[in-house]
């Protein structure tokens, strides 16, 4: 073991011991354990002395070694309603690449661009944005890397690292991904974990068409400001030869649409429908929550087969299901119960509420720039699990209304742009320059930002749909 890396290792525990010695006459002994788990996971989660899922197993150890909160809270969350929600999702789509839906409509897509810089920006940015409003970021890189360089191949530029074209393409299907998810509850692990933070505020189930509703101002207004920095950026690039025609040809050699790859599209169809609906049938079927309709919806293709093969197997599902991704969101969700649950977050929320904030613009812009830094240290899983429940415990302690500042602090988390981390990587090791996505994506997150506060600022003062949920109350 490096030198560098056992300090790293070392350092997160010695961070939570001196939390605990800093912190317990300020909160509980409770609430400074509980801070110091939350510095020892961000510590981790920054510097990566270890997979970023296995910090995920620090809420169980500390809470074994000391007794922070009862051990069934902190357990509990690795297999929450949450949980389900994404294995059943799992299970809905690992069959579309199996059969090739996933890339029959990625291709359908992708066919009506042209040869210009600026129609594949536009395809691009806005196709991953699509995709990752009802995928997972990782699932929308991991199948557009591949088709992109496929195109740039045949297109005569062989090495990507060296490819001008390439890193516009790539840039908007890696930062397109992270900007898409904010659209619907079903982006990612990171919506899944706000609400359920919501949830276990109010004690009520949180309907994901109220949060399609209040979001959808921002989803637009940020998808035409950043399309158009890209556009700017990239203005003066020269254009790409054979790019329409290759997808055409590519989606040709496809055939028809196959039987199995109708049955999958339509169970997927279908949970959306039972996810956006909820609110129509809640009071027959009050058990019925988004998780178990995709759960169920998902497990339909165990049972469903085509020429004598059930459509998923069991060995398919294992290999397929994003354990890790499950495991990382679960100990975000054990982060968020020891916090709120130690008394820390009412702690942390009352020194903040010292700052002699009162909930207006400067409290939006602290709120923001945090959530930023954390998605961009990290991923917007690992914010969501930092930053919401401090959020939350803050408006609550300073009697405010918390679902707007709940709203901003999830279109703050929902980007990424700067390092190889995360959802990042993906087109990085396809020949992306680091370098270069720093260097492009520092405007674009300054951009960001100012569109995050203008319209959420304008958003909490001049629009009260956005402020209200009816059947929640504070």
């Known amino acids: 073991m490096d030198k560098k890396r056992l300090f790293y290792i070392v350092l997160g525990p010695v961070l939570f011991a001196i939390c605990v010695f800093a912190f317990r006459g300020t909160l509980t002994l409770a609430g400074a354990e509980a801070v110091g788990v939350l510095l020892w996971m961000i510590f981790w989660w920054v510097t990566r002395p270890v997979n970023i899922t296995v910090t995920a197993f620090v809420p169980i150890m500390a809470n074994a070694l ?68 009802v995928l997972p970021n990782i699932a929308v890189v991991a199948l557009f890397c591949p088709i992109a360089v496929a195109m740039l191949h045949a297109a005569g530029y062989d090495d990507i690292s060296k490819s001008k074209p390439a890193v516009p393409i790539l840039l908007c299907i890696g930062w397109g991904a992270g900007l898409g998810g904010v659209g619907s509850p079903l982006g ?160 942390i929320a009352q020194l903040v509420s010292g700052m002699n904030l009162d909930g207006g613009f400067l409290t939006l812009v602290i709120f923001a720039v945090f959530a930023i830094l954390i998605s961009e240290a990290t991923n917007s899983t690992v914010s969501a699990a930092v930053t919401i429940p401090i959020i939350l415990s803050f408006a609550t302690q300073m009697g405010l209304n918390p679902i707007p500042y709940w709203l901003v602090g999830i279109i703050a988390m929902n980007a990424e742009f700067l390092l190889p981390v995360s959802v990042r990587a993906v087109p990085v090791s396809y020949g992306l320059d680091p370098g270069v996505m720093m260097k492009k994506g520092l405007p674009m997150l300054l951009v960001r930002f100012v569109v995050v506060l203008v319209v959420g600022y304008v958003c909490i003062n001049f629009w009260p749909y956005f402020s209200n949920v009816s059947y929640l109350s504070f």
């Open 188 to 347: 990612g692990a990171m919506n899944v974990a706000a609400i359920s933070f919501l949830q276990d505020l109010t004690g009520k189930e949180f309907m994901y068409i109220d949060w399609v509703l209040r979001i959808l101002p921002f989803f637009v207004i940020s998808t035409v400001v950043m399309l158009a920095a890209m556009l700017f950026m990239y203005r003066k690039e020269e254009p790409i030869n054979g790019t329409k025609e290759y997808f055409e040809k590519e989606l040709s050699k496809l055939g028809k649409m196959k039987r199995e790859e109708k049955i999958v599209g339509a169970l997927f169809i279908l949970a959306m429908i039972g996810a956006f609906t909820r609110p129509l049938y809640a009071s027959i079927l009050p058990g019925l929550a988004p998780a178990y309709v995709f759960v169920i919806l998902g497990s339909v293709s165990f049972f469903v087969t085509v020429a004598k093969k059930p459509i998923l197997t069991w060995e398919a599902a294992q290999e397929g299901t994003l354990w890790g991704m499950m495991m990382l969101f679960g100990g975000g969700l054990a982060l968020g119960e020891l916090v709120n649950k130690s008394g820390a977050g009412a702690g």
């Open 66 to 133: 000391f007794n922070i909160i009862p051990m069934e809270n902190v357990i509990s969350r690795y297999f929450s309603d949450s949980i389900i929600l994404i294995l059943g999702s799992c299970f809905l789509t690992i069959p579309w690449k199996s059969t090739g839906l996933d890339r029959r409509i990625a291709l359908k897509v992708l066919s009506i661009v042209g040869p210009t810089i600026k129609s594949q920006i536009i395809v691009w940015l806005i196709a991953s944005m699509l995709f990752s409003t």
